[in-house]
């Protein structure tokens, strides 16, 4: 068969998807929702409009569904990071460590979640608070099931340990060149960890829980 002839396979709905996805999101993160264009989209996808018209309708529904599925591996990093282990301190190191590899290895979609230029509209926020949501009610069961602490300061807690770690990571990949990922992490989750610690563990024994230092020094 010669070149001439030869047929390039077609790709499935699925796989056609996924390359329209990750051609958005190059675009959508350097441009921007607003400076975006579907044209744009076509050309990085190496297809027809009408065939990006085909999967999504509209540029916002394609916006949408790129935010979503990155919304989605955020929340799929964190709860992973907490299963993989029932260590409290190695916990907090890899729930750190989640939000960083997020920040760095994600083709900056961390950008449309942080960074959108669509914040304010309802569907964009929903999306995001709900992303947040799962991410504080991870780890809120997490310090829950170890601590014995009710879930309202449980969530004060989680809630806390996400902020930190998202801003931390976004000022890091930003603003902190000679700093590797490694040290970042190591700086934020001894942070988290000098306080989180002094919550015992259901069973962990009395004499075993942590005590506060002298007021004013370090342990």
Known sequence: ??????????????????????????VFVIQGYHAAAMDDIAV?????????YQ?????????????????????RL????LRASSDNHIRVDNAV?????????NGQAYRLIFESDLRGQHEVERIVERAFDKCISAITETITTDTGVDVERARLLASGMVGL???????????SPNVSRAEA????????????????????PAHDQPRPGPAGHGE
Do not use: C, N
Request: aromatic fraction near 8%.
């Open 55 to 75: 999967h999504f309708p509209s540029k916002l529904e394609l916006y949408l569904a790129l935010l979503g599925e990155s919304a989605d591996e955020m929340v």
């Open 44 to 52: 990085a996808a190496g297809v027809s409009k009408p065939v990006l």
């Open 97 to 105: 460590a989640a939000y960083f590899s997020f920040v760095a290895d």
């Open 1 to 26: 068969m010669t070149d001439a002839t030869r047929v390039t396979p077609r790709l499935s709905k699925s796989a056609r998807r996924a390359q329209l996805l990750a051609a958005a999101k190059a």
């Open 185 to 204: 992490v190591e700086l934020l989750s001894t942070l988290m960890w000098r306080g989180i610690s002094r919550f015992p563990r259901h069973d962990q």
């Open 78 to 81: 964190v709860r992973e990071a």
């Open 165 to 175: 770690s998202q801003v931390s990571a976004r000022y890091w990949i930003q603003q």
